[in-house]
């Protein structure tokens, strides 16, 4: 997300830290280049002009402190400011009983599915939410949520086949709801392909009825002016009380998340971020704004491998990996870890975008890094007996063409796995190493979550050299692709007609 502006403003900040003495000259020069790109953006034109002179009059007014650089003070005014445009603290949702959310928008910005993700993330939060399906009009709607309901494992009213009323519908529910014991209770209302009066009148009369404690707008990120025009109509004509910006994985502009908190002077209070049920993140403006600006997030990646990662398994994992006796099986545990890991951060590039300095290198580093690789690494181990997991010495050349072919891939790109198995271990026979690499993929150092603390020391560093963790799977294509060097590391040889 916002890979466009991140850009935009690190081009922008290296200028700004060489910067000797804070003028209006220097600082007008930035503002220039920070205003084209918001604008490129898709930021609203009076969201941008108002910014812009914010971060002026505070540039040209403040004294620079002793401790920064005339650059590191510009730098904290903008990120300052963001957060501030963002909404300053997060703002959590409003649960007093009974508490009703409420969810409106357009058909296509992800209704239906974040009403499910809603109640998925309020039910590992130790609510009791139940889902009421209130779209009448589009085809499927109701299977849909119902389909979400199941999989989720939260109970969900679906009016009678044929239903047309909305209110009809509505007052059934509450009857339904009195039989059950929900402390949250969601309603996924209809949309349209555009405002029009209809449903705006409908929406009205549903809200007046129900009289809920949250209007939650879902828009979609990706459609940025229209995202926002959409917000402030909802807003004028129903009255919401926050937004949920939708996918904001594939949107590489972020104008619209700018734009929307001051348009409607309302917050938003989560962000989806793929399509999976977890992947539905509390919105938190200072965080973002750090993003935004190329300086990572280092809080969410902590909160993405505490949740991710057992901490007892990761330090079995860790005394394994330092162990001699690390082997396939390990190395199995190990790929299932970083892949519960990256499924939570919306794959390995989303893992990577929270590291600070990678933002604007994001781009660069997609032919380098592909999640497909995690499956292929996976299916390649699963194809060997359990005795070639324990002694990857004895893969000669006719074993090595059975595993590639019942994993369905090549044996060169078994062969590129093996050297890659085999550069861990070395790592792994040093410590220095082994630490570095623990700690820069995070989850795997110390007592699980120990090794993410050297991760804050990256700001401003630039981007990790990932290409000396040649051992960690997904991350590009290694160094070799030829013959392998387990001649060293177990009894050469080996295989015959017997496999066990």
Request: charged share 25%; proline share 4%.
């Amino acid at each position: 997300m916002f890979g466009t502006l991140t850009d935009k403003f690190e081009g922008v900040f290296r200028r700004l830290r060489g910067l000797g003495k804070i003028s209006e000259s220097n600082v007008s020069e930035a503002l220039r280049d920070v205003r084209l790109a918001l604008l490129e953006a898709d930021v609203d034109f009076a969201v941008t002009r108002d910014f812009l002179a914010a971060v002026k009059e505070k540039a040209l007014g403040v004294e620079v402190l002793k401790s920064v650089t005339p650059g590191q003070q510009l730098i904290k005014i903008f990120h300052d400011e963001i957060t501030a445009l963002l909404g300053g603290d997060a703002v959590p949702l409003d649960l007093t009983p009974p508490a009703r959310i409420m969810m409106v928008g357009l058909n296509g910005a992800g209704k239906t599915t974040t009403s499910a993700k809603l109640a998925f993330k309020l039910k590992k939060e130790g609510k009791k939410p139940v889902l009421i399906a209130l779209d009448l009009y589009r085809p499927a709607a109701i299977e849909q949520l119902a389909t979400l309901a199941g999989e989720i494992g939260v109970p969900i009213y679906q009016p009678e086949a044929g239903e047309k009323s909305v209110m009809k519908a509505a007052k059934a529910a509450e009857t339904w709801i009195a039989t059950q014991k929900a402390d949250v209770i969601i309603f996924d209302t209809a949309g349209r392909q555009e405002v029009d009066e209809a449903l705006i009148a409908e929406l009205k009369e549903v809200r007046k009825y129900l009289n809920p404690r949250e209007v939650l707008l879902v828009a979609d990120a990706a459609t940025g002016q229209q995202a926002v025009s959409v917000a402030k109509t909802f807003h004028e004509a129903i009255g919401i009380t926050g937004i949920v910006l939708t996918k904001l994985d594939g949107d590489a502009r972020g104008g619209a998340a700018l734009s929307m908190r001051r348009v409607t002077q309302q917050p938003i209070k989560y962000a989806g971020v793929g399509e999976k049920m977890h992947q539905l993140d509390v919105f938190v403006p200072d965080r973002m704004a750090q993003r935004i600006l190329g300086m990572g997030d280092i809080v969410g990646l902590v909160e993405q491998a505490a949740e991710a990662i057992d901490e007892a398994d990761a330090m079995k994992m860790m005394e394994r990996m330092t162990s001699a006796d690390f082997d396939f099986n390990d190395f199995l545990g190990q790929l299932k870890m970083m892949k519960k890991l990256t499924s939570g951060a919306g794959g390995m590039m989303g893992l990577l975008s929270l590291l600070p300095g990678v933002g604007s290198k994001i781009k660069d580093m997609k032919s380098q890094v592909d999640d497909k690789k995690l499956t292929h690494i996976e299916a390649l181990i699963l194809s060997m007996t359990p005795r070639e997991r324990k002694q990857p010495g004895i893969l000669n050349a006719k074993r090595r063409a059975r595993i590639a072919a019942g994993a369905g891939r090549s044996v060169n790109e078994l062969n590129t796995m093996l050297n890659q198995f085999g550069d861990m271990r070395k790592l792994m026979s040093n410590p220095g190493k082994m630490g570095q690499m623990a700690k820069m993929m995070g989850g795997m150092g110390g007592a699980g979550m120990g090794g993410l603390g050297g991760l804050g020391g990256m700001g401003g560093g630039g981007m990790p050299d990932f290409s000396k963790l040649g051992g960690m799977p997904g991350m590009g294509s290694g160094k070799h692709s030829g013959g392998s060097k387990f001649g060293k590391m177990g009894k050469p040889g080996g295989g015959g007609k017997r496999r066990k």
